[in-house]
T-cell receptor, first 115, second 113 residues
Framework: GNSVTQMEGPVTLSEEAFLTINCTYT??????LFWYVQYPGEGLQLLLK?????DKGSNKGFEATYRKETTSFHLEKGSVQVSDSAVYFC??????????????FGKGTLLTVNP | GAGVSQSPSNKVTEKGKDVELRCDPI?????LYWYRQRLGQGLEFLIY????????KSGLPSDRFSAERTGESVSTLTIQRTQQEDSAVYLC???????????FGPGTRLTVL
């Protein structure tokens, strides 16, 4: 079946540091790939997505590139801010049974950015 | 318009009691999903509704779990005879038909004592 493995946390960085959170996946065919973010006390929000190989998703300074050859979708940001402190989830979606695009999630990575 | 809403935000119940959790999807979104987030775990898919089609119940962990949805509106997730391992945050998401981008509600935190 489908699965997502992401970097274990927690990750603690200083402001303006470079961020990488690794994510690899197992799936047949061509899934769509997502990063979701959960800020403290808030619901899950879509951060970025990519739907085919070599696509780059980007938002709020974060980027991730869909690498089919390495089955990876690593999240990067060049200079993190305190406000980026949150839990980050990597996920994939592959249509199953008609129009069901159920998501398969990694376990999440807690990022703390210190001033 | 408004996002996905869920109620209650928190629910504390005793083992063996039944609970109902409610989800209001974004207006016009025909697809609705329920997920469960247990402590330290990723989200697990529970059930999927699309319009009037038969739901995909393949993620429901036991027959104590059931869900209903009337047309393209509100959905209710029911857990009968709750157990301590049911303690989790239950998240609802909705999306437009045949798209893969889901929008999540704030969740219901269920605690079974």
């Amino acid at each position: 079946g489908n699965s997502v493995t992401q970097m274990e946390g927690p990750v603690t960085l200083s402001e303006e540091a470079f961020l990488t959170i690794n994510c690899t996946y197992t799936a047949t065919g061509y899934p769509s790939l997502f990063w979701y973010v959960q800020y403290p006390g808030e619901g899950l929000q879509l951060l970025l997505k990519a739907t085919k190989a070599d696509d780059k998703g980007s938002n709020k300074g974060f980027e991730a590139t869909y690498r089919k050859e390495t089955t990876s979708f690593h999240l990067e940001k060049g200079s993190v801010q305190v406000s980026d402190s949150a839990v980050y989830f990597c996920a994939l979606s592959k249509r199953s049974g008609g129009s069901n695009y159920k998501l398969t999630f990694g376990k999440g990575t807690l990022l703390t950015v210190n001033p | 318009g408004a996002g996905v809403s869920q109620s209650p935000s928190n629910k504390v119940t005793e083992k063996g009691k039944d609970v109902e959790l409610r989800c209001d999807p974004i207006s016009g979104h025909t697809a609705l999903y329920w997920y469960r987030q247990r402590l330290g775990q990723g989200l697990e898919f529970l059930i999927y509704f699309q319009g009037n089609s038969a739901p995909d119940k393949s993620g429901l962990p036991s027959d104590r779990f059931s869900a209903e949805r009337t047309g393209e509106s509100v959905s209710t997730l029911t857990i009968q005879r709750t157990q301590q391992e049911d303690s989790a945050v239950y998240l609802c998401a909705s999306s437009q038909y045949v798209t893969d981008t889901q929008y999540f509600g704030p969740g219901t935190r269920l605690t079974v004592l």
